[in-house]
């Protein structure tokens, strides 16, 4: 189940990272040409933060139950991962950022939503894609930098 469960999260990064984008040139887009909410940047939104939360499940899935690091990394506490590079990337950085991540995208979804005017539905959603979207970028296990991580799972 492990392997699965890897292999879904690996590629369930790329929906993330798309449909981020996509919701994203659309806040902004909506935000500087001032145009009015339409029901395409609503459902850009809710794919982006819907994926995020299948993102997040599949992660929990893995730190809590199937990941050797997830469960080394609590095994030993988090005083002898904090000494291990991998096991304090996997076992803190990635968990903690990632989940900010979903609560950025989260935040930024609820108050476009309940932002009155058009522009200030566009300008929030931007602001709180854009803060998720960093995130995610920055603790996605880039395998251009770490061979060992590749890009695309099979």
Do not use: C
């Not at 909410?37 to 939360?53: L, P, Q, T």
């Not at 609820?110 to 854009?130: G, N, Q």
Request: proline share 5%; net charge positive.
């Amino acid at each position: 189940m492990y392997p699965t469960v890897l292999l879904l999260h690996s590629w369930t990064r790329w929906l993330v990272v798309v449909f981020g984008l996509i919701a994203l040139f659309r806040a902004f887009g909506g935000w500087q040409g001032r145009r009015p909410w339409a029901g395409a940047d609503n459902g850009m939104g809710a794919a982006f933060v819907g994926s995020m939360h299948l993102q997040l499940l599949l992660g929990l899935l893995l730190y809590f139950g199937l990941s050797p690091l997830g469960l080394k990394a609590m095994e030993n506490g988090m005083g002898a991962a904090m000494k291990d590079p991998q096991l304090r990337f996997w076992g803190v950085e990635h968990i903690i950022t990632m989940v900010l991540a979903v609560v950025a995208a989260q935040v930024g979804r609820s108050l476009s939503k309940r932002a009155t005017d058009p522009v200030l539905k566009h300008k929030k959603a931007f602001i709180w894609f854009a803060i998720a979207l960093v995130l995610v970028l920055l603790m996605i296990p880039w395998g251009i930098w770490n061979p060992a991580r590749p890009l695309f799972r099979v």
